[in-house]
Structure formats: structure tokens, C-alpha cells
């Protein structure tokens, strides 16, 4: 692979400061989703390498949260420069394990490096108060505290963000980090974590150990050193780890999946509704957590916004990320394919509609094509599972209420959109959706001040803005006795 920056490609794990290898020399093999080609091998550690990580983490901790929030702050400041002026080679590493769009991949780079920047900051802000005491003899303080050695546990679909998202805050707080990165995607994660080295953070403050899940993850809940555990992915793990870490009691993250219902009222700006579809649906060919999974359309507008959202989505280049002008990537592997292949399919049988795409791609191997299927129905599985893929699936509503009521039928409640012009409707449709984020005529959400998180299956806690930093602080009480 072609770096300007080659030492950015790394084959070892950073633990303690020092880059090695696993115990036993085993290694992961690193696969471009676009070609099915091998790019690396990264090593392959379990439970005895973890434990030296959290170990490292443990006695970098006094040390580092002893620093000035300024001095954390500049430090980090440092690592987002860094990962700026490296932006190039960190979409090139992205594009090449995770399969995005290369301009997805840069703008990736530069959302990671948004949370960095904003923890930076924020953690100057970790302000405590006091409080009026009932007794006039005592004064009542509360101050806020780093919460200790921290675990991260990140997807494959944002590489880098998903990192800097947990690490930023955790490191602004004071804490010390261990991440563990998906097996699809560890050269971004080692990466970041030669730009954090070049920064200047002391060794230990910043870990990554890549590998093993069920033996990293298994040592990392279970360690009585780790303090909390931040995790993105399926609520299926999310429900492992959060049991794993019960026995500890630890502080937990969890941003899991979802569900997401896009609707369109028929008193929407069709052009805004679907321009805001394309964006909400084929981001990263449809492998994000607040992807719209459903889209419920108001029985007025249906055929409209069906044929324009078709034309738009029929559009959209496929092939390799790396190639110029393309809008889709592969799916990550040969399961995500297949659960796109297994949602289409039952659609159909049960009387979906295709209006365009609806199977595999020409080129083969990973690649889907951009699907809307219209006439789907609440019996169908895409009603019920997040499909993480490529399909838009155009579900049939009369009523708001019916609506609304459609939409929160569902165990999860992370994103939810909706295109309406009514400013009445946008309050009480805004109010009444299950949902951590509600996206109001428009299909992008996400950015570093604002609030990431979801409610129901989909998770707990919040990511990014001033929310994001508390969930690494505790909160202290101190009592002074004055007379
Ligand atoms: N909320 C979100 O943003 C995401 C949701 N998903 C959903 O999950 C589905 C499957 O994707 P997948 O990658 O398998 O997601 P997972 O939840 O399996 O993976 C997320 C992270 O958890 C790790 N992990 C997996 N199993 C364990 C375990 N037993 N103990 C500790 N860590 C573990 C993974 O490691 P490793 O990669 O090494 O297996 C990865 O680092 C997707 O189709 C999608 O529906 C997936 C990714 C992100
Ligand atoms: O899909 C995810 O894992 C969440 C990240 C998506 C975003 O930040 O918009």
C-alpha cells in the first residue's frame, strides 16, 4: 500500500509504549473488502497481552490525571493536528480495510479528529459546584473525577472516528485507554495510535491490542483494574458485555444498533426528502448504525417519492472505494452481503416490489446495488432487523399517528428522521418518536457537539458534546465541616 506516510502502516500493537507482537507470533490477516485481497497481518493477542495492557494503563494513570486539563488538552490538540495533516494516508488505510468511498473515508478522518479537537477543549469544562448545605456549619461541595482505567471496544464501520469518539474524552478526563479495534479494521486503529506516540502522550496513557475479541473483550470486562467499558456494535455483544461486566460493576457505553424509520409526510419538500433519503440510506453503503432502515411514506406522496428516490439511488456509482466518482462500496464481508441478500429475498416473496436493484452487483465479490423495494410490509424480516446494507425498503402509511405508531414499534431507539413542512406536526412527531436523535428535513445527524447515543436496545449513555466527557468523569461529594 502506498503511504506518503509509510511508518503509518503498522504490523504490531501498541502496549506500554512500546510496539510488539503477540505472545505466541500468531497474527490477523488484514482483507480489502473491495478485492478480497490480503494488505497486512497485525497481531493476534489474547487475555496474557491485554492484561499487560490494562497493567500499563493502570500505571500510566496517576501521572497522567495528575496533569492540568490544559496539559491533557494541548496534548491532544497535538495528536489532532496530526491526524489532520495525515488525513490523506488515514482515508487511504480506511478505503483500503473498511471499503468506503475515498471522499467518505477523508471525511471520516477529519469528523474523528473534530471529537479530538472538541475533548480537547471540553475538558476544561469538567466544572463541579457547591452547594447551599442545610447546615451552617458545613460547606457542600461536589467536584468531578476521571473514572480510572478505561476499555474501548470499537466497530469496523468507523475505524477512526469510533476511536477518537471514546479515546478523546477518556484522555481528556484523565483516564488511560485500552481499545481494542473490530478484526476488519485494525490498521486505522494502529495508525491513530503512532499519530498519539508522535503527539507526545507518555506510554501507557494510550493502548491498542488487536485480536482475539472473545479473549480481549473477556479480560477486559472482567479485570477489576478497568473502570468502564465503552463499546459500538451489535446489541447482541453489547448484551454479552454488559453481563460480563456485571460481576465488576463497571461504568458502561453502549451505542448499539438500530432501527431507524425515515419518514415522509405528504406535506414534504419531495426534493429535500429525497435528497436527504440518499444520504440517510447509501452512507457507507448502508453500514452505519443511524442508516435509515425503514421508510415509511405517506399514502399521497408514496409513487412520487418512490420513482424519484429510485432514479437518485439508481445513479449511484459502485466499485472499489479508491476508485474516482464512487458513491458505494462493497458491504464489509461475505455475512453482510448475505443478510442484505436474505432481507431482499424475503421481501419478495412476501410481495415487495422492486425498483431498483434488488441483487448482487456485476463486478461480484462484496459489492450490492443500490436496492429500493416499494410495497413492503410489517410482516416482512426488514421490518423487524437493521439490515446494515444498501436496501431502502418503502413502507405504506395513511395517518400520522399510524405513523408515529409504526415507527416506535421496535425494540431499538437510536435515529429517526422525518421530512414534514408543518411546524405543528414537526414539535409533536419530534416529541413522540422513541428515539435518541431525531433528525427534523434532514438526513445527517451526526457531528462532535451534539449528544450520539440512543435509548431502548439501542444503548446507553452519550458520545460527543458535553454529555460525551461525563460519562469518563465521577462525581465526588465533599463534605467540610467549618465550625
Ligand atoms: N452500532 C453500530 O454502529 C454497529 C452495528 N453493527 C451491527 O452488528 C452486525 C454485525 O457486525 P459485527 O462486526 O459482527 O459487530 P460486532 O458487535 O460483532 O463487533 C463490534 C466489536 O465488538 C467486537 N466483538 C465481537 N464479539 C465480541 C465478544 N464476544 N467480546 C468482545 N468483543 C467482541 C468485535 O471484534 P471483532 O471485529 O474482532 O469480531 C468488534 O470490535 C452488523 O451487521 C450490524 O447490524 C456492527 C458494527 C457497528
Ligand atoms: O454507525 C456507527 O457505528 C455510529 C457512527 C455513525 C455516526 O457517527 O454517524
Redesign the pocket.
Known amino acids: 500500500m502506498n503511504l506518503q506516510n509509510p511508518g503509518l502502516l503498522r504490523s504490531t500493537n501498541l502496549i506500554d509504549g512500546k510496539w510488539v507482537g503477540a505472545d505466541s507470533g500468531a497474527t490477523l490477516t488484514v482483507v480489502d473488502p473491495a478485492s478480497g485481497e490480503r494488505i497486512a497481518e497485525v497481531p493476534r493477542c489474547g487475555a496474557a497481552e491485554t492484561r499487560r495492557a490494562i497493567a500499563a494503563a493502570d500505571a500510566a494513570l496517576p501521572a497522567w490525571r495528575a496533569l492540568t486539563a490544559r496539559q491533557r488538552g494541548q496534548l491532544l490538540l497535538a495528536w489532532q493536528r496530526l491526524i489532520l495533516d495525515h488525513a490523506d494516508d488515514l482515508a487511504a488505510l480506511i478505503t483500503a480495510e473498511g471499503g468506503k468511498p475515498l471522499s467518505e473515508a477523508r471525511g471520516e478522518a477529519t469528523y474523528g479528529a473534530s471529537f479530538v479537537e472538541w475533548f480537547a477543549e471540553e475538558g476544561k469544562r469538567t466544572y463541579g459546584e457547591s452547594i447551599p448545605s442545610p447546615n451552617p456549619a458545613t460547606r457542600l461541595l461536589v467536584v468531578k473525577q476521571p473514572v480510572g482505567v478505561c476499555a474501548a471496544?470499537?466497530?469496523?464501520?468507523?475505524p477512526l472516528a469510533?476511536i477518537t469518539r471514546k479515546v478523546a474524552p477518556a484522555l481528556a478526563a484523565g483516564c488511560t485507554v485500552v481499545v481494542?479495534?473490530?478484526?476488519?479494521?485494525p490498521l486505522t486503529a494502529l495508525a491513530l495510535a503512532a499519530l498519539a506516540e508522535q503527539a507526545g502522550f507518555p506510554a501507557g496513557v494510550l493502548n491498542v491490542v488487536?485480536?482475539?475479541?472473545?479473549a480481549?473483550?473477556?479480560e477486559?470486562?472482567a479485570s477489576p483494574i478497568v473502570k468502564k467499558l465503552s463499546?459500538?456494535?451489535?446489541?447482541?455483544?453489547?448484551r454479552?458485555?454488559m453481563a460480563?461486566c456485571a460481576p465488576t460493576i463497571k461504568k458502561l457505553s453502549l451505542?448499539?444498533?438500530?432501527n431507524a424509520p425515515f419518514i415522509v409526510f405528504d406535506d414534504a419538500d419531495v426534493d429535500a426528502a429525497v435528497e436527504g433519503a440518499l444520504v440517510a440510506k447509501y452512507r457507507n453503503t448502508g453500514?452505519?448504525?443511524?442508516c435509515a432502515n425503514r421508510f415509511l411514506v405517506q399514502a399521497g406522496i408514496y409513487e412520487d417519492f418512490a420513482s424519484r428516490f429510485a432514479a437518485r439511488a439508481a445513479e449511484l456509482k459502485v466499485g472499489a472505494g479508491s476508485e474516482p466518482g464512487v458513491a458505494q462500496g462493497p458491504l464489509?464481508n461475505a455475512?453482510?452481503l448475505a443478510?442484505v441478500e436474505a432481507h431482499v429475498a424475503d421481501a419478495l416473496a412476501k410481495g415487495a416490489r422492486v425498483l431498483c436493484g434488488g441483487a448482487r452487483h456485476a463486478r461480484g465479490g462484496n459489492f450490492y446495488q443500490p436496492t429500493v423495494l416499494a410495497d413492503v410490509t410489517r410482516d416482512m424480516q426488514v421490518a423487524r432487523e437493521?439490515?446494515?446494507?444498501p436496501l431502502a425498503p418503502l413502507f405504506r402509511f395513511e395517518r400520522e399517528e399510524e405513523a408515529v405508531a409504526m415507527a416506535n414499534d421496535t425494540e431499538f431507539g437510536?435515529a429517526a428522521y422525518f421530512y414534514s413542512r408543518d411546524i405543528g406536526r414537526a414539535w409533536r412527531v419530534g416529541e413522540a418518536l422513541e428515539y435518541g436523535m431525531v433528525g427534523i428535513n434532514t438526513g445527517l445527524i451526526s457531528n462532535e457537539v451534539a449528544p450520539f447515543g440512543g435509548i431502548k436496545q439501542?444503548?446507553v449513555g452519550r458520545e460527543g458534546s458535553k454529555y460525551g466527557i461525563e460519562e469518563y468523569l465521577e462525581v465526588k461529594y465533599l463534605c467540610f465541616a467549618v465550625g
Open positions: 471496544i470499537t466497530p469496523w464501520n468507523f469510533m481494542k479495534p473490530a478484526e476488519a479494521t488487536t485480536g482475539d475479541p472473545v480481549i473483550g473477556g477486559l470486562c463499546f459500538t456494535g451489535s446489541t447482541a455483544v453489547g454479552k458485555l460480563q451505542e448499539l444498533g438500530g453500514q452505519t448504525c443511524v464489509i455475512a453482510g443478510k437493521e439490515t446494515f446494507g437510536l439501542s444503548g
